[in-house]
């Protein structure tokens, strides 16, 4: 098979699909690699590294999406990208469906067949390929909201750990997945006073027994959400709802209850925010302010930390890659449950439930694309 790896383009992406190591193990077993010029050197891999294992850098983009069957990318293609798309070929990607009904229809237009790393799901219920860059962006968004808290960036000049004799600054984390323990983690580990809120009471017992100290578990309420968001100096949007959009927790007026100064970092921003007044930014213009609170929205925040991220996540979906490659889609999703609810879009038709439901579209039952 041949696959395609094409330079990322959406703003301030620096991150790659394959890294030379990955590109090794393919060509090793007869299949032929397609790399863009310069797609690995933002994350510390220069062409030289991918033609040193027999992998083919193209300097045309066109070259890349005309060849492949198979084409690996990080985040969903944008508007530039859509008339490059066969109908057929696979792309294998993060996508956020239910976030943008203008891809969504442009994927159903492409007839091409569109892999989601994000709805890839075991039977225990683990989004593996959502999961490194959950952890990266957890992390993140703590890092990122201390920095604008401080008083040069807009906010209301609070250390986040506050020092000696001065209290520390009260951080408030929505959700108790994967994305909201790790920012809870670090928050705690810079000395903040952490509120954790989640639905699941078994999710809360556990994030008892390995959370620090000084993070707070509540259950999560209207109550209890109102109340924190009146203490709160930092507040994290970490909910998921796999494949489908996230709900609006934090409302409009809910943010007069706030400090001035405080700010909003929503991770979830990728599958619509759960803060009703969040939008996508960008790493070139990070933040923006409504009724005094700073909004902070970046949808690809691990693209900064490019080589941390890039291989943190090739480690998780290379696997699935290669066997994309050896067996085809058909196959491969038919004999992997994880991978078969990957699937999102497949021949012009919407087979994922989450992202019918979000536009309204018709929903074709999977088994009947297989």
């Known amino acids: 098979m041949i696959i395609g790896v094409p330079k990322e383009i959406k703003a301030n992406e620096n991150r790659v699909a394959l890294v030379p190591a990955g590109a090794e193990a393919l060509v090793a077993v007869g299949h032929a690699v397609l790399v863009e010029q310069g797609a690995g050197v933002g994350s510390g891999f220069p062409d030289a590294a991918y033609r040193e294992v027999r992998a083919n850098v193209v300097a045309k983009v066109e070259d890349v999406w005309g060849q492949a069957a198979l084409i690996l990318k990080v985040k969903e293609p944008i508007a530039p990208e859509y008339p490059r798309i066969r109908p057929g070929q696979v792309v294998f990607t993060y996508f956020h469906f239910a976030a943008s009904e203008e891809l969504t229809r442009a994927m159903v237009d492409s007839q091409c067949v569109a892999i989601a790393y994000e709805t890839v799901q075991l039977p225990s219920g683990e989004l593996p390929l959502l999961t490194p860059m959950s952890e990266v962006a957890g992390r993140m968004a703590v890092q990122e909201g201390a920095k604008y808290l401080e008083r040069t960036h807009g906010g209301s000049g609070i250390l986040l750990g506050g020092v000696p004799g001065v209290s520390p600054a009260e951080v408030l984390v929505i959700g108790g997945g994967v994305v909201g323990a790790n920012a809870a983690r670090m928050a705690a580990g810079l000395g903040a006073d952490v509120t954790l809120l989640d639905l699941s009471l078994e999710r809360l017992r556990y994030l008892a027994d390995v959370m620090p100290a000084n993070v707070r578990l509540l259950y999560s309420n209207r109550h209890n959400l109102l109340d924190q968001l009146r203490r709160a100096d930092l507040v994290v949007g970490a909910v998921l709802l796999p494949g489908a959009k996230a709900p609006k927790l934090v409302r409009r007026d809910d943010l007069k209850l706030m400090k001035p100064g405080s700010v909003v970092v929503d991770v979830s921003v990728d599958q619509g925010g759960c803060i009703e007044t969040i939008k996508p930014t960008t790493h070139e213009n990070p933040t923006y302010v409504v009724d005094g609170v700073i909004h902070y929205a970046v949808s690809n925040m ?62 074709v039952d999977v088994s009947r694309v297989l």
């Not at 693209?303 to 196959?331: E, I």
Request: aromatic share 8%.
């Open 302 to 363: 691990p693209g900064a930390v490019p080589r941390t991220s890039t291989l943190a996540l090739t480690n998780a979906t290379f696997p699935y890659a290669r066997r994309l490659a050896r067996d085809g889609w058909q196959k491969a999703c038919r004999e992997d449950g994880a991978l078969r609810l990957g699937l999102n879009v497949v021949n012009g038709k919407v087979v994922y439930p989450g992202v019918a439901e979000a536009f309204g579209m018709q929903l």
